[in-house]
């Protein structure tokens, strides 16, 4: 995500299996590795305000930060790290507002158009051209990043996801593969503000602009499997969500310092009778005679878990494993990445383990610190 502020570090992002974490600075990028944590490729001189990496290839795609003609935000360059060489360089009309990629697709977002390419050559296969304004690149792509799926799952899975009309709260689903619009959810009431797919492409959370709901649809048929409350009053920008690899938590980071974990699909195990418990049940049992408003308060999930940064500082959070214990991983735009283990009994507060500085300040020279694998 692009973090605004007056900071240095102007752009983080996790590759599709959150194993690489790429970072744009005023001053360079720069790619590391998350688990154990180390510097992988480093580049000074260049200002980014959007880097992507594809897996853990060697092939990234960068976006300046600047109006000159080697920094540009309306120019898309595909590099190879480990060879040091710029494969494309592409030019448009606008700024560059996101990019996405998985190993069938690379997308582009300007504020009023969606470019599709084919990674494997980079030639353009679709532009769509019926989008509302999108000046903060709102949209999501799914990874196709399952173990044991096929091609032709894989393909069956490539799904975009963008908002469908100025003002509303709908979502667009569309095929990348066979280029067709699959569905148009009704996500809810106030504009989208946030998108994720988790890694089969078959689940999408959705955020609005409020940051109190949250919502998870089927994909592509659009039909809603939870819905997610993080407050009742304050409202929140959310920054980023992210599913496990499991699908069964859901991470969500916004300006507030909180970063919260929804547990999925997951049966509670049977409870001694409470004051709550009759108090739940009784809520329930009534539902269909209460004003739905209500209704929906009681029923909505909360967050298990919770992980807090610094106050006032941008973040973007993703949830990976470290010794197979489920971990949530925090970039800040003060420069940090941390590290905070979840319990996925208890829940609550969860404890931070790790904290690791990313902003290139101690990165000596340019060029390979490390080789990366080089499977695409």
Known sequence: MRFEGDGDVLFASFNQDRTRMCIGTTNGYYIYACNPFSLLYAKEGESTSILEMLFNTSLVAHVGAGDDADSTQRCLKMINTKREKEIIRMNYRGKVRSVCMNRQRLVLLLEDLIYIYDV?????????????????????????????????????????AYPGKTGSGEVNIYDTVNLRLMNMIEAHDSEVSCLAFNNRGDRLATASIKGTIFRIFTTPKGEKLYELRRGYATYA????????????????????????????????????????????????????????????????????????????????????EEEGQPIIMAVTSDGYLHKFKIDLVEGGECEEIKKHVVDGSRTVSSGPAEETTDDY
């Not at 096929?150 to 899975?157: E, K, L, P, W």
């Not at 547990?263 to 209460?290: C, H, N, Q, R």
Request: proline share 5%; net charge negative.
């Open 120 to 160: 494997a050559n980079m030639k353009l296969v679709h532009v769509i051209s019926s989008t509302p304004s999108n000046p903060k690149g709102i949209c999501a792509l799914a990874s196709c990043k399952v173990r044991g799926m096929d091609d032709d799952t894989v393909s069956h899975h490539n799904f975009l």
């Open 237 to 320: 920008q959310i920054s980023s969500m992210c599913f496990s690899d499991s699908s069964n938590l859901l991470a969500i980071s916004s300006d507030k310092p909180t970063i919260h974990v929804f547990k999925l699909d997951v049966a509670k195990p049977a409870e001694e009778p409470s004051w709550t418990g009759y108090f739940t049940g009784g809520i329930k049992a009534v539902a269909e005679y209460m004003p739905s408003a209500v209704t929906e308060i009681f029923t909505q999930e909360r967050s298990f878990a919770q992980a807090s940064v610094a106050e006032g500082v941008s973040h973007t959070a993703a949830l990976a």
